[in-house]
């Protein structure tokens, strides 16, 4: 029971739910896909957003939710392996027990969009968070209009969600393209980076009907919002998402402030135009 107010409400923020780990897989070197369940419940995510995952004695992290919100009866993580913490959450095994707190943060507002076209860019770890967001349109595909979807990593080695990808370029719901920043010679698509794939759409898209989604690299949103600044897009039609940084999860520690701005109280999520003002912020 939360002090001062006397409710149940509030205490669930800080006090972590047992999850158990359903499956689990490498993606890369570094990732590790998860689906995990709650005991008897969905975990109440929205396309966007985020929770913190904890082990008992090891610690916890702020983790985005790659599912969407669709799936019902468990949701799904990847992990990416970048200290002691994320180190023990590769180490889990199926039946595993381990605390979630969440869902955190603001949200992709896809109820708004209903009509529009949306173009997704999605490049590395970015296109994990994008996937709930995706996956979410494509089970309601007809609340939209036109769908594209253009990813971009570093080489192969760092693809993700490979076969996921195959279905969705097969998938005539959506026009999906594909870029690695490095070739080889086991790749036959596209090298370069990820804004060498606009040109390939450009003549079919309606800027001033289109919702855009950018999550990636930092040195990715300058070059993108250029491009799409520079075909006639409104910058509150521009949405992106600064997961960098986070840490508790309910702007209780600072590690996420920009400028003054809580990442993970105020964001993830924000439009463009909302954070225009943030020297920080991209």
Known sequence: MCEGCGCHEHESIYMPEPLT????????????????????????????????????????????????PTKKGSFEMVIRKVGKVTAAFHDLKPGDTLGVRGPFGTHFPMDEFKGKDLLFFGAGIGLVPLRSAINYALDNRSDYGKIFLLCGFTDISQRLFIDEMESWKKNPSLEFLETIDRGSPQWKGNTGVITTLIPKIKDRLSPRNTKA????????????????????????????SLERRMKCGVGKCGHCQIDGVYVCQEGPVFTLDGIAHLVEAL
């Open 21 to 68: 780990v359903v499956q689990t897989h490498p993606m890369t070197e570094r990732d590790r896909f998860f689906e995990f369940k709650l005991n008897g419940k969905d975990l109440g995510h929205k396309p966007g957003q985020f929770a913190e995952i904890s082990i008992p004695g090891i610690g916890e992290a702020p983790i985005s939710v790659s599912s969407s």
């Open 213 to 240: 989604f950018i999550v990636g690299p930092p040195v990715m949103y300058k070059f993108v919002i250029l491009e799409l600044r520079n075909m006639g897009f409104r910058d509150a039609d521009v949405i992106v």
